[in-house]
Structures are given as structure tokens and as C-alpha cells.
């Protein structure tokens, strides 16, 4: 009787497993050792999962995952001085780690690999590090759409159509850096006041506001919303994984993440997290988590279709005003929305 193969990720499941029971979980306290890395992860679960096996596989040590949206992730380090949980951050928009930075809570390192990535997407004091990029987009559901009597959007302004409303599923950006892009976005298209206005118009057409911005393209994939605004590889993985949605690109302009890793300032084993770096910011690290089938766009320049390629070749409607402006503002936006829109 012929047996079939097992699948290349499910054979690095397997050694993933064998090097676990190998390496233990005891935590040590400065050297690499027996010791288990822990990292807190700001993707998509199944790219924080295939992250962490490849760095097992690649280096033998163990890493333990803790998986939070972005600016939930900012807050658990910000409250974690007295009792330091994790070594790494890694995913999510570059905008929390400029703050993150800022308030000490990064530890400087400069890795052997941090050369392949154009310095327009790194910390020039060396305390992260761009290792991946996304374009925002809608995620539609044709079938919904047609139900409902709408057309597919193709600007932001179609948003807006009284067909859709209850029907738009996003992450609220209080939690998830995906939802900040997109309303940092709407300021840097149509000016402070304008852009406000927008978004209040937008936001009232939402169903419910989701705690991470992977979690919209689900929400459509479902059936539960037609339209979703999300980065576009999670709206093309759940298309990949049989869901009847298509990614829209906005075509009166989009933005982009630079989705970045570091080392936390008080890392129980900073030894190991820079090891850890060097895997993220590697050319085997930036294209591990493709695994996942979350195809995401790299920073280093020497891999095909890089983020410097990306912006180069016009492929993309971006519109977007520096990373430094854009975390600058963020702390207003974010108080104007928990009183205008949350109340």
C-alpha cells in the first residue's frame, strides 16, 4: 500500500518538535545555553508560527510565541519593566517602534545583516529594523456585494456608498497598527480637518471594530461584512485558502507598513534575541514566513520585489508622509478617535 509524503511544513513541524525536547524549555539568565527565546509577535499567527520554527530549525534553540496586535504589544512591554516577559518584538508597524524607541525601551544592536536593508527602513541609532512591508487594500466579497445591490469599491470615497453601511469590517486603531495605516492614510490624502471628517463618515459605516488588523479579511471571508480594509497578502491568503474575495487596490491612493523586529532593552537573553535579529533581518528570515502563505513584501535589497523595488517602479498609488510625521501624530489621532468615535 502506497502512503503519501508527509508536507515540507509538516516535516519542520516534526523537527521543530525534536529540537524542542532537545533544547527544553528552562530559562536561563544572560548566555544562550538551554535557554528558550520569547518573542512577542505582531503578524498574522500563522507568520509568527512559521518565524519561529525557522529560527528553531536554523539554530536549535526554542522560542516561545506571544502573539498581540500592535499597539497592544506597545502597552504589555510598556507595563513589563518589573517583570520582563519577552526578548524580542517582532511585526507591526514601524510607527510603535519610533515610540517604543523613543521611551528607552529598545536596546541598541547592530546586526552583521542590518547592510542588506536600505537605511530609509531602519532606525539610524541601530534599535530596529524594517524586515517586511504590506499594502493596504480592500478585501471584497463579490457575492455580498451583488447581494446588497453595490458595486466593488475602487476608491476610498466608494466606502462611503449608504449600500455598504454595517457591511466594512476594519480593526479599530487604538489596538492594531493595520488600522492606524489606514487613518494616518486619509490625513496625509485629504489634509487634518478633511481627513477627520472622512474618517468619522468611514468609521460610521463600520460593523464592528476588530482588536487585530488581520482579523477583517476573516470577517469578510465568513460572510459576516462585504468589504474589508486590511493589509492585501491576508486578504490573498484567505482567497488562497478557498474564500470567494478579491483585493481591491484603492485607486486613488494606499499606504504601506514597515512592519520591524528588536531587541527589548531588558531582555532576559540578549544574547540570543540578537541571534534572533540576525535571523530577521537574513534573506532566509525575510522570506520564512511565506511559508505561512502570507506572501509579505521584503526590505532587503538583494531579494526580488523588494520594498525599495516596490516604491521604485510606481507598481502602487502610494501616498504617505514620512514615518517620523506619521508617529508624531498618531497620539492625537488616536484621542481624537476615543472621543469622537468611540464615545
Not at 164 to 191: E, V
Not at 302 to 317: F, I, M, T, W
Request: proline content about 6%.
Amino acid at each position: 500500500m502506497s502512503r503519501s509524503r508527509p508536507s515540507p511544513r509538516t516535516l519542520c513541524s516534526l523537527v521543530v518538535l525534536a529540537l524542542l525536547a532537545l533544547t527544553g524549555c528552562a530559562a536561563g539568565s544572560g548566555g544562550t545555553g538551554n535557554s528558550t527565546l520569547a518573542v512577542l509577535c505582531s503578524n498574522d499567527a500563522e507568520v509568527c508560527r512559521a518565524w519561529a520554527e525557522d529560527f528553531t530549525v536554523r539554530t536549535g534553540h526554542a522560542v516561545t510565541t506571544v502573539r498581540l496586535p500592535t499597539s497592544e504589544a506597545l502597552e504589555r512591554i510598556r507595563h513589563g519593566e518589573d517583570l520582563p516577559e519577552f526578548d524580542v518584538w517582532h511585526g507591526g508597524g514601524s510607527e510603535m517602534y519610533v515610540e517604543a524607541a523613543g521611551e528607552g525601551l529598545l536596546a541598541q544592536y547592530r546586526s552583521p545583516e542590518a547592510e542588506g536593508i536600505p537605511a530609509t527602513f531602519r532606525d539610524p541609532e541601530d534599535r530596529w529594523s524594517g524586515v517586511y512591508s504590506s499594502m493596504l487594500a480592500f478585501c471584497v466579497a463579490p457575492q455580498a456585494l451583488e447581494a446588497l445591490g453595490a458595486e466593488a469599491p475602487r476608491t476610498w470615497d466608494d466606502l462611503l456608498d449608504p449600500a455598504l453601511h454595517g457591511q466594512i469590517s476594519t480593526a479599530s486603531p487604538r489596538t492594531s497598527g493595520t488600522a492606524y495605516t489606514a487613518m494616518a492614510l486619509q490625513i496625509d490624502r485629504l489634509g487634518e480637518d478633511a481627513g477627520r471628517d472622512y474618517l468619522e463618515a468611514l468609521y460610521g459605516q463600520v460593523l464592528q471594530f476588530t482588536r487585530s488588523g488581520t482579523a477583517p479579511a476573516q470577517v469578510v471571508a465568513r460572510g459576516e461584512t462585504a468589504v474589508a480594509i486590511t493589509f492585501a497578502p491576508y486578504c490573498e491568503a484567505a482567497r488562497a485558502e478557498g474564500s470567494a474575495v478579491e483585493v481591491v487596490m484603492p485607486g486613488d491612493g494606499t499606504g504601506y507598513e514597515v512592519g520591524a523586529v528588536a531587541v527589548l532593552a531588558d531582555a532576559p537573553h540578549p544574547e540570543l534575541a540578537r541571534e534572533y535579529i540576525d535571523f530577521a533581518l537574513s534573506a532566509d528570515g525575510q522570506q520564512s514566513g511565506a511559508a505561512s502563505g502570507i506572501n509579505q513584501i521584503p526590505t532587503r535589497s538583494n531579494l526580488p520585489d523588494n520594498l525599495a523595488e516596490v516604491l521604485a517602479d510606481g507598481r502602487y498609488p502610494v501616498i504617505g508622509s514620512s514615518l517620523a510625521e506619521r508617529a508624531a501624530r498618531r497620539e492625537g489621532l488616536l484621542a481624537w478617535f476615543t472621543e469622537e468615535v468611540e464615545r
